[in-house]
């Protein structure tokens, strides 16, 4: 988790799930860069609940409360790959507020000078087993960099989390398909 260490050492929520898959743990990186850009049907439902409040008040008050394109992976930045063992994703914003308050991050280095923003982290860890199996992990951080932040992510992390955790077990099932299905190929 060098990465993560990395981009985010300091956080306040943590959220972790893995599977064993039997690829190589490049190819399992490789799967996972696809399919975070892929779009899945099931993701943006859940996407599409959690903004139908904020997208009703848009059209009550006649003014655009959250982007035309709903929140999805690809609003996530890469910040980096350490060989075949590991990959992150940076995401910023004020995650409680109905537009997601997003910050624009477009590298790695933006993501490191952002200040007074939370900060979320989507990494993904390779470990080589026994049979050609490896064990495929993510891990979800959220670093809050106040008081302020933290009692106002605190409640949407609760209503959110398992819902994520949903999300997240889907995420490794669809690379697990896809790295198996490169490895028949």
């Given amino acids: 988790m060098v990465l993560m260490n990395r981009y985010l050492p300091e956080y306040q929520f943590e959220e972790h799930h ?7 743990p490049g190819a399992l990186l490789d799967a996972a860069r696809a399919v975070v850009r892929e779009t899945d049907p099931l993701v943006n439902g859940f996407i599409a609940l959690r903004e139908f409040p904020a997208r009703g008040l848009s059209l009550v008050r006649r003014q655009q409360q959250l982007p035309s394109r709903p929140f999805g992976f690809e609003d996530f930045t890469e910040l980096g790959r350490i060989g075949k063992t590991e990959m992150a994703f940076g995401l910023a914003g004020r995650f409680w507020q109905l537009s997601h308050g997003l910050r624009r ?18 990494n993904f860890v390779t470990e080589p087993l026994a049979n050609s199996e490896v064990k495929l992990s993510t891990t979800t951080r959220v670093g809050c960099p106040d008081k302020a932040s933290r009692r106002n992510f605190t409640p949407c992390w609760y209503l959110i989390r398992p819902v994520s955790g949903l999300i997240r077990k889907r995420l490794l099932r669809r690379i697990k398909q896809r790295a198996q299905t490169v490895l028949r190929a």
């Fill in 105 to 122: 991050v477009s590298n790695a280095t933006d993501f490191d000078a952002l200040q007074g923003t939370p900060k979320l982290l989507l």
């Fill in 18 to 24: 893995s599977t064993v898959v039997r690829a190589a």
